[in-house]
């Protein structure tokens, strides 16, 4: 396979190892460059000393890089700083942004949830939203892509062929997710250190989760009108892993028979045999999501779950899968590993 | 303070562990005997090391317990095996029951729950519903006290307030409930294993889990109708620790107004300053539950969030709590440790 | 009891949090201050809130502190701050310091050690080595004891009574410890975030620890000559507990017989049954310290293990015990429950 | 690649499964039967959920396997089972084999440590002992392959090379070695329960345990006299990971260019930069064993860091380097994958 050139910038967080674990085994792509400011003038094996055996370009800084012969940039960058770094890269470079910086169509809706202008809102037009099962034909011809949230993307998950489908009520849906703490990133923070999370588990961010800008986008669009889920995150004392069980007025049977029939052909959302429940440890470390419908105990009641692995399917593994499509290779390729258990 | 002299059955259990760590530290009890037929002969100390340091009575059979002397009987039995026992003991022996034989007033609900007719029936008529904050007259004069599932007090804590008050729609009550490992016991089980737990989150017994059965008969009498929740319990990965997530149709205001007045002078249900939630590690090894009212973000609907130590709280603690009352003892009494944290 | 009146400075650390846990269930104590410098302002319950159903001092900053009416200050600071608050305090009050600054002995080692001077070294002369069982006596009668580490306490618990009897090679000592992260404190570090330590196992500061400088002091003195051990220390992706397997030229006969006999009437310290080895799960919360002594299949070896909770036996604990001694209280007081498990 | 047909036997196993996953990887091998006796008629994916997007074929039991074209067999069974097995198929088929029952070439020692004769001692004297890079020729050529115990394994890649090198005093060597709980299989025992395990650290088989077996019959041969070596393993409340705490006479500066030279060429040993030493968490669910130097502050003392994930390059991972050089396939096909973090 004639190998197609990346840089990722923002190398030393989680998601950018990942990218580089993915990358690394991917047979079509080759890193030509690693950017990370803080760390800049290390080695990646030092960042991440579980890349000690391989080859890999020594991290440099953002001034360094040189975008000259290569073919797409991942930008795992914090969010707010993503805007002005990808605004300054020639048009000519394919990105696939990891933050959440371009992924609210309404500049205004971006302002209201984050707290201030947009600064690259002419960009923010071409950016296609990352959700490759629902925008693939859009994220093939793109030249920037925002990957989704990883916890929306769980949701979202469960929620939008129903809504293509008009298999719910629209006005009552309750997403209660629960997410692994890598989610969190790697900055020191005293909310994730070892000792505050193992052993223990709460909400955070009830009802206020910036993520809810990306369900009321996605949903209202799906539904076809303006749509308020209610959505209640937690911390979950382990690395990686989101699990939603999603509380919804409708039929288990129609239900059941949407998502199957959805996500028949899709090579990476499984939906699992009526009635059954999905764990997030069966898809820990793979770019696999996993669906499941049980009824409930009340008529028309129907709790459907979706489970992925934040770092992979959330965020890097779909990174990936996205640019595969925007470099013409196979949608699947370097992203059909089994997860690791246990 | 007199001693008052316990046995307690099923003592090579976690809850029977429970109560060995309590009781050793309450001023008010004395451990006569621990009876457990598995291990009969061996020292408490060799199933349990950490009590190497107590002086503490070797473990017996049950064929072998004299109940002459013995105030209150614990009995931490497997269930469906606590029914026969108890129906053993003499009337003049209290008994505080942590299984879930005497926990359904109507037999016939047992039998459809628990799939065979209820072998003393005669006792379940005399049996005082554990939950201490809403029977504390009935099991201050109870011979027999059914303490309730750990996973059922968590739901009713954030409920019963309500349902007496009416200030939530009944048709509209979902629990989503998270609970760790150390609620599914020490018998081996392939589900229950370190490398099966640890790093993953799974739901389990969707919609058909038998503390439904307590909680149809709770909020039913409470709120004076025929009530049936959805109820979606969730395994965690940690050993202690239970957090309801409870979705319901009613004003936040008038939510938190009533959760504060219902638990203003009751020394185990702190409720959180309004819109703070709990957290599983805050309770952790104590007797304490912790209630938090949130407003949604669409109005007109509240997330009440409910927290304890599934073997304190939600049931050894309880326990202890519950026999401090029908001794005559000061309800708190060894019961006021604060959580161990971290 | 007649309560004496205690301070704790250093209140929003685990070891400040751990010490506020077990006075407030200890009889003889009152806890009159609690400073916070960086959270001066807070109440307890918003730093730590499983202590939400407590009536606790405001946390305060050490300018505000009053020490009128204190008996004894519990000093749980960051090394190298304490030494010149604890120079700032009057005669009177008795400090129990839980920082190293005062457990060095010798000012040039302390120099050699933590690489400045040392700015009290009046006080270091009246400091008494926290570590119970061995200087009783002279902390009875202390203005100023000095809290061992907590990984030299594991370890001198099982040398020091080797020592005192010449039954082990004093130039053969190797102790591989490992210890839970909790030990490492509050502060955000990556080192010590869940994603970091969770699921994985290393070593850290191989050979070079500071807890050598105890070590040395320690063993030279109970010896009689200079000794230099091998230490390393590890770190366990759990939050309490501290096990130290101890590689000894010794027979293991002696030296179980010198164990048991040493620590025959220590509160504390249990020595298990021979060829039983201890687990850090079976302390945990607890004051106790657990020693095993196993043969090694080669002749004239034997392993020793030594197992303690760091937060509790290995610094607040034991604070707690030395308080006692200072305070004039059975020594036990408040220190007895059993520990947590699972 | 032409794929080579294999089979797996114990397949419900983790070993099996991780077989399984390296497998469906693996340009070179297809999966051409499933054997599990206790599960034989479900599906791999029943048994393990996140195989559920792979094709594989049905679990069976050994009766029904059809060992026609099959070109290697790997036995993941239960020691003492695995003999009669391997007894029992033609001579054309390779096999791989991953429990204990081929590991000790002197048919007395096997029966001395496993407490009973060897029932195919005759296959014995023709297995090789699995360790790649030590047996590497003799693999190549070899009908039946011993793997090594994920143990052995850790603490011979820190010695072998010392011994071939007279690099150390070959009577002191302790071994302190810590493992994840997988190794301890997916039969359900109390000892590795979640709330067992989980926060908490304790050694076994203290000076006793049967790799200790493999340890006396490696080292002996390598250092070319009989070798007894100290060896303490103990169980990490983690997954996956193998760390050995090697404490050697000898000097660190020829240590590490001992260790350089020997690994230099190897695709799978990496010896860390001298001073710095492993994490199991850098290796997780990969194929690289991390090697670390470090010098004792002791003169002519060293301490050797060996880490290796005990389900891949400990067990199957090694199963699959083996089976690569048995089939003619590159050495390394299948196994390159970077380590999943965090």
Same mark, same amino acid.
């Given at each position: ?117 947009? $600064? ?101 669009? $799906? ?120």
């Amino acid at each position: 396979m004639d190998k197609k050139r990346i840089a990722i910038i923002g190398a030393s967080g989680y998601t950018g190892a990942e990218l580089v674990r993915l990358a690394t085994s991917h047979p079509g792509l080759e890193i030509a460059s690693l950017v990370a400011d803080r760390n800049a003038g290390l080695e990646m094996r030092e960042v991440f000393p579980g890349f000690r055996h391989l080859e890999l370009p020594r991290l440099i800084d953002l001034e360094a890089l040189d975008l000259a012969g290569i073919d797409l940039v991942f930008c795992a960058l914090p969010h707010a700083t993503s805007q002005t770094v990808v605004k300054s890269f020639p048009e000519s470079v394919k990105v696939v942004d990891l933050s959440a910086d371009f992924r609210l169509r309404d500049p205004a809706e971006y302002e209201r949830w984050y707290g201030k202008p947009h $600064a690259a809102p002419e960009l923010q037009e071409q950016a296609v939203y990352g959700l490759t099962e629902f925008y693939r034909d859009e994220i093939r011809g793109a030249r920037l892509v925002a990957c989704t949230g990883c916890n929306s993307a769980t949701g979202l998950y469960a929620l939008l062929p129903l809504a293509e489908s008009n298999a719910v009520d629209p006005e009552e849906i309750i997403i209660d997710l629960k997410t692994g703490v890598s989610g969190a990133g790697r900055s020191p923070k005293e909310g994730t250190l070892h000792s505050e999370v193992s052993e223990g588990f709460h909400a955070y961010s009830v009802a206020v989760h910036r993520h809810l800008a990306e369900f009321d986008q996605e949903l209202s669009r $799906a539904f076809g009108m303006q749509i308020r889920v209610t959505f209640v995150p937690h911390l979950l004392p382990q690395n990686r892993g989101i699990l939603a069980t999603v509380y919804l007025r409708g039929e288990a049977g129609l239900i059941y028979e949407v998502m199957q029939s959805r996500y028949a052909h899709e090579p990476f959302v499984v939906v699992l045999p009526k009635g059954e429940h999905p764990s997030t440890r069966h898809v820990r470390g793979s770019n696999y999501a996993h669906i499941g419908v049980v009824p409930d105990r009340r008529e028309g009641k129907t709790i459907v779950f979706s489970t992925l692995d934040n770092l992979a399917k959330g965020s890097s593994g779909q990174a990936i899968q996205n640019a595969n499509l925007m470099l013409g290779l196979p949608e699947t390729t370097g992203l059909e590993s089994a997860p690791l258990f246990p």
